[in-house]
């Protein structure tokens, strides 16, 4: 192999590593005594105190499924339904297989008073398993280092014309692709399929943005809604086929709105 | 004169712009009342001038706000067309006294514009002009205001009618902290007070409380329409209020009715501590059981019947618990349950058959069958106890046939695994909660996608780039390379071929490792080469060697065995390496 070669991949394998190490976690120490603080509160059952702190730790740009599980759990134990489980299903999108989660989830869900329509068809989360088993943020690593992997292989192929290197290569697109396309849909999928949590224990779901507005549905706490747009202080929901219409931007919560990384 | 005419055109002026001034009223509110009695509405109307405009009602603290719709006009003053939108909201008040319908903001084309304040006053007096009996009125109640949780009791919405009415919108209480159930069936009747027909319609939900403590039930609210009598058309004052009024005929006046609220004291059930488990069980319930025949034989059957009956959450009655001693086998039947929803609450039986099948002859003695629940009207658990008849059991006829099964012990009767209370897991408490696992945004990810690419297309640039290098040692590089591929190709199809293309490879690679151009070399003219330009004398004398014997093999016309060519490749491939610069 030439030395080209083997500047080549170790500025690859360098590469790589800087993305690991980008992503890699990191001590968030600032915060941990308002988190024990919220743990102290939360066993001393004083939820709305538990709650400031960990929604100061979420407001400061730890985006955490633990932390968003335990804000879930406090608001529930406070009887804060709607916005419990709006924490639940954001803790949801980075613990997909956490059982304490489901548990509590399922919980919060049955407390709910409206039944739940159109979720996804279970063939469909068979067929597409490692979007709904693998968090989005293992999805992008997976399909990020798998590039990499399917490049450097590639790159090794055409320096060394080495056949074992190719068929790597080709073994290694595969999955790569499969990643990076489910990757790019969870982009799509976060910016123009808007889901929401209903927040207030009731609301009242109208044709227009006045409340003189006609009333259409009424919706309850914790029911998941579409946004299908949204305006300046309202979103325009669907709830399942035919039942559309307009929301106060505060009585839903987006479960995609993940507090902002301070550093970007 | 002229001054004249100066001031009779001022004062058109000033009229043609008057209607125009008061036209930039942007908006404005008006009420129907402003003095009322606790429960009463009033009808306030926020006129909005121009555009679209959102009033905001969130100031209303001391009101229930019920928005009644917009309606739009057009108007054409001095030949200017204004539109006109009208808000109305019914208002009830939450409490007496003076109260005042704040300024309420209203956001026309994104600048604020303020209603006047209006001052309404909530007196528990009836006002003199209506010293009346009201005509219509609400009222509710519950049947046991300190109910134990998981007792139902029933929330009563009363409506009293002395005229007739129509339109009749519920809106019942949100019912926070209880599970819920309307009854369909609503009473009504008619009744004297205070010396008036009044008709009582009543809508009953059984409501089951689902936590201890003190909660409040917010007010109910009816919606409905007073028909004022049309003398014209006599008919029943009892009419139903929800009837359709397509065909009342009369005045018809639209009215909002609210309850007063109801504070419910939520008792926890006290912890029971007797050795038998508890049924789940709260209400008044009996207990009753039979067998169906005590005479027997083994392998025969007899049904043993426990019917559990009562007031309460019959439903989530389970099948008592029977401690069958040894020689039984049991099989269970699915419980036939009749259960109803009446003004009391549910109230029903619940029947459950299981098949004895004795497996040895003798006599067996039952034990008694055992509930245990909380009675609400003796505020205590109860254990209900059905004694059971002892069974004889006399041999099969048939004793060639053995009864393979073992009896089904107590012990190992398997049934679903139902939750016997409710509550989440507890937090996590790690600090790997605080790590920040913030998803890649997309344009990283684009850009992590597209730099492996670059840098392979980089690495194919610096490929080509080397390539094209047309200095003398690179083309002899080249050259080497290229004639070294065409001798492993015809080292077995083309001999000759294969000793001319060996022998460019090597002397290009000398060529290439002196920085010079050529085709052909002498073997001595190569090793001097080599070792002018600083090339070890002894593989400047290899390479010489190895130039020799190609030639000798290419000239001589000597035939070359396989392993003889392979011996001469692999030869000249290590030498172009080793004379690689």
């Not at chain 1, 759990?73 to 989660?101: C, F, S, T, V």
């Not at chain 2, 926890?268 to 050795?275: D, E, R, T, V």
């Amino acid at each position: 192999m030439s030395r080209y070669a083997i500047l080549l991949i170790q500025t690859l394998l360098g590469t790589a590593a800087a993305l690991l190490l980008l992503y890699a976690p990191s001590a968030a120490s600032p915060f941990a005594r308002q988190f024990i603080s919220g743990i102290e509160a939360y066993q001393a059952e004083r939820y709305i105190e538990a709650i400031e702190e960990w929604q100061a730790i979420a407001d400061g740009g730890i985006a955490n499924g633990e932390l968003f599980y335990n804000l879930g759990n406090a608001h529930l134990k406070a009887d804060h339904l709607g916005p419990a489980i709006l924490w639940y299903e954001r803790a949801l999108q980075l613990l997909p297989n956490d059982p304490d989660l489901h548990f509590n989830l399922n919980y919060a869900r049955s407390l709910t008073k409206d039944t739940p329509e159109e979720s996804t068809p279970p063939i469909v989360r068979i067929l597409f398993f490692w979007k709904y088993q693998l968090s989005r943020r293992i999805v992008t690593i997976a399909a990020v280092t798998g590039n990499i992997l399917f490049w450097l292989l590639f790159s090794g192929w055409r320096l060394t014309r080495r056949r074992g290197l190719l068929r790597a290569a080709v073994a290694t697109s595969v999955p790569a692709l499969i990643f990076v396309l489910t990757a790019a849909f969870n982009f799509y999928e976060t910016a123009h399929l808007k889901q929401a949590i209903i927040l207030p224990d009731t609301v009242s779901v109208r044709s227009g943005f006045q409340k003189t507005d006609t009333e259409l549905f009424v919706l309850h706490a914790g029911a998941k809604v579409q946004v299908v747009r949204d305006s300046k202080k309202h979103y325009q929901i669907g709830y399942s086929a035919g039942k559309t219409g307009w929301v106060d931007r505060n009585a839903a919560g987006l479960i995609d709105a993940v507090p902002p990384s301070p550093s970007k | 004169m002229r001054k004249g005419i100066w001031i009779i055109g001022l004062c058109c002026l000033l009229l043609s712009v008057l209607p125009a001034w008061a036209a930039g009223e942007k908006v404005r509110a008006d009420v129907d009342l402003t003095t009322l009695t606790p429960g009463e509405s009033l009808e306030l109307r926020v006129t909005v001038q121009g555009g679209d405009g959102e009033v905001d009602t969130s100031g209303l603290s001391d009101f229930k706000v019920i928005p009644q719709g917009t309606g739009t006009s057009v108007r054409i003053i001095n030949n200017r067309t204004t539109r006109e939108a009208t808000h109305t909201f019914l208002l009830i008040p939450k409490r007496q006294g003076k109260l005042t319908i704040p300024p309420l903001a209203v956001t026309i084309d994104g600048r604020r514009h303020h209603t006047e304040p209006i001052a309404v006053n909530v007196s528990a007096q009836v006002a003199t002009e209506r010293d009346d009996a009201p005509d219509v009125w609400v009222d509710v109640s519950i049947s046991d205001p300190q109910p134990y949780v998981g007792q139902q009791t029933t929330f009563r919405f009363s409506l009293f009618q002395a005229v007739r009415v129509t339109n009749g919108t519920l809106e019942p209480p949100d019912f926070e902290g209880f599970s819920t159930n309307e009854i369909k069936e609503r009473g009504s009747r008619r009744e004297i007070i205070d010396g008036r027909k009044v008709v009582v319609t009543e809508i009953n939900y059984v409501l089951v409380p689902l936590k201890s403590g003190t909660r409040t039930i917010e007010p109910a609210t009816l919606q409905l329409g007073i028909i004022h009598a049309d003398r014209q058309r006599r008919r029943s004052r009892f009419d139903d209020f929800f009837d359709d009024p397509f065909f009342n005929r009369g005045r018809v006046e639209t009215k909002v009715l609210q309850s007063s609220p109801l504070e419910v004291q939520v008792r926890p059930l006290p912890a029971w501590k007797g050795s038998e488990p508890f049924s789940g069980l709260v209400g008044r319930f009996e207990m009753a059981s039979k067998i169906e025949t005590t005479q027997l034989k083994v392998g025969g059957s007899t049904t043993l019947t426990v019917t559990v009956q009562g007031r309460g959450n019959i439903m989530d009655a389970q099948p008592p618990q029977l401690t069958l001693p040894e020689g039984l086998k049991t099989y269970a039947d699915a419980p036939e349950e009749k259960i109803q929803l009446d003004a009391e609450g549910y109230q029903g039986k619940k029947v459950f058959r299981t098949a004895l099948v004795p497996i040895r002859a003798g006599e067996i003695q039952l034990p008694p069958v055992q509930l245990t629940y909380f009675d609400v009207e003796e505020e205590r658990y109860r254990t209900l106890t059905a004694s059971l008849p002892a069974l004889s059991v006399q041999p099969g006829t048939d004793q060639s046939v053995p009864i393979l099964a073992t009896p089904q012990t107590p012990g190992t009767q398997k049934k679903r695994v139902a939750f016997t209370g409710r509550d989440i897991l507890p937090p996590k408490e790690g600090l790997d909660a605080l790590v920040a696992r913030h998803p890649m945004r997309w344009p990283m990810f684009v850009l992590w996608l597209i730099l492996p690419a670059a840098a392979f297309g980089l690495l194919t640039l610096f490929q080509r780039l080397k390539q094209t290098d047309t200095s003398p040692s690179a083309t002899m590089r080249r050259r080497a390379r290229q004639a070294f591929k065409s001798a492993q190709a015809d080292r077995t199809a083309d001999p000759s071929a294969y000793l001319t293309e060996l022998y460019r490879a090597l002397t290009s690679a000398i060529y290439a490792r002196v920085g010079r151009s050529g085709e052909a070399l002498a073997w001595k003219e190569a090793e001097t080469l080599l070792q002018d330009n600083g090339v070890e004398p002894e593989t400047a004398r290899q390479a010489s060697a190895l130039l020799t014997a190609i030639e000798s093999s290419r000239y001589s016309g000597a035939q070359l065995t396989g392993a003889d060519r392979r011996e001469l490749l692999d030869q000249t491939r290590r030498m172009i390496r080793r004379l690689a610069p």
